[in-house]
């Protein structure tokens, strides 16, 4: 990851990475009054280093804990639900899934649950996002450039 780090540019726009933040991450991620509560708030990110950052956006699955660990629930007329785990009582399991919705999925109709392992955060932002992006959503998150 030290590759991807050296290709940024050395600072970011906060203004720009908030709009960033908006249109990829608040789906599923807090930071301040910004987004869902689905993975982990960000909010308290800031302190953290700018490579350190970057290796959590690229390999969201590294460091992946229980409680953001992804679930799928496979019903019986084959619908597959992903989403991270919500409650669950004797009669269904709920599951949160992005924009913070939970799913309520009644236990008679459940196939199978399984734990995926993984985080919801898609991998292969680098795709999506430019050098120049990648920078300005570390520097809303560090809240500097």
């Known amino acids: 990851m030290a590759a991807a780090e050296a290709g940024l540019p050395p600072t970011g726009s906060v203004e720009r990475g908030h709009e ?3 249109r990829h991450c608040a789906g599923c991620h807090r930071a301040g009054t910004t ?4 993975g982990p708030d960000l909010g ?3 302190a953290k280093e700018r490579g350190q950052l970057l ?3 690229l390999d969201p699955n590294r460091s992946v ?3 953001y660990a992804a679930v799928t629930i496979l019903t019986h007329d084959g619908v597959a639900i992903t989403g991270l785990p919500a409650g669950e009582t004797p009669l269904s399991v709920s599951l949160r899934r992005q924009g913070g919705a939970v799913e309520e999925v009644a236990r008679r ?3 199978s649950l399984r734990g995926t392992g993984r985080s919801l955060m898609p991998e292969g932002f680098e ?3 430019a050098p120049a992006d990648l920078a300005d959503l570390i520097a809303f998150l560090r809240g500097r450039p």
């Open 20 to 22: 960033l933040f908006g």
């Open 35 to 38: 987004g869902a509560r689905v």
């Open 44 to 46: 308290g990110v800031g």
């Open 55 to 57: 290796d959590d956006i």
């Open 65 to 67: 804990t229980g409680e």
């Open 109 to 111: 109709d459940i196939e």
């Open 127 to 129: 795709q999506v996002l």
